[in-house]
């Protein structure tokens, strides 16, 4: 399990390490069921009522398998998953934010006052060499003191939020369906992803697993399903164990 190292920076900076949290809040209830119900539904004569009596668990998993199968996964959004996310930068917010079909919520630095210090994460690459390493928290704190200077002369956060850099830590909550979280683990749990956002959705894709094997059955990078689809393959392709 990873480790995010987070500067505390308040009257010192103070070294801390931390993990990235991410916690399954809420999902769609029986969600594997309600997917098969959709998709049983497509084929079907009776009606719904009769469909969810008579769906067996067998049934559900056989249908799911098929649907996956087929790439026919438009019934895969009648599940949605919401995941409480902490301890990630703005940088890797930017790069999550491009997948459109979701719902973000997040910790917003015009609202919130960080005069008491912000959290920042530090790349690993960075962690590992010493020099680098007390630049970098040497700017962080450079940053901050520039921070708090402006609100303390009544510049609004909103505005003094302006010299916080990528960095600087934030909390999300995030609603993805089925259907967009398998797109978003086949982009992001691949090894060429980029480290931080890599390792957020690999426990995304862990959880979700735990909460419906048979929809996330085969999810993750391409490798683990269809074969790489990079243009440079990294070399090490996941197995299908690695993706449970």
């Known amino acids: 399990m990873s480790i995010f190292t987070i500067i505390y920076q308040q009257t010192s900076l103070i070294k801390e390490e931390i993990q990235l949290i991410v916690k399954l809040l809420r999902f769609t209830n029986e969600p594997e069921k309600t997917c098969a119900i959709a998709g049983r539904l497509c084929y079907s004569a009776v009606g719904i009522e009769e469909l969810n009596e008579k769906l067996t668990q067998a049934k559900i998993e056989d249908i799911l398998k098929r649907i996956i199968k087929s790439g026919h996964l438009s019934v895969l959004e009648h599940a949605s998953f919401t995941f409480g996310i902490e301890g990630v930068s703005r940088a890797l917010l930017a790069q999550l934010t491009r997948h459109r079909i979701a719902s973000f919520s997040v910790q917003s630095q015009r609202y919130v006052n960080f005069k008491k ?107 683990v399903s269809t074969g790489c689809t990079e243009m440079s393959p990294c070399g090490t392709p996941w197995k299908k164990s690695a993706s449970k």
Request: with cysteine.
């Open 117 to 223: 210090g912000v959290d920042s994460v530090i790349p690993p690459s960075i962690e590992k060499d010493a020099k680098l390493l007390k630049e970098y928290k040497e700017f962080l704190k450079i940053s901050q003191e520039y921070y708090t200077k402006f609100l303390d002369a009544g510049i609004l956060a909103e505005d003094a939020r302006y010299v916080l850099p990528n960095a600087s830590a934030t909390k999300i909550v995030l609603t993805m369906n089925a259907r967009e979280l398998r797109h978003f683990f086949a982009l992001r749990c691949c090894n060429r992803a980029q480290w931080e956002i890599r390792d957020m959705a690999c426990r995304m894709l862990k959880l979700a697993k735990q909460a419906a094997p048979v929809l996330f059955d085969n999810a993750g990078p391409d490798c």
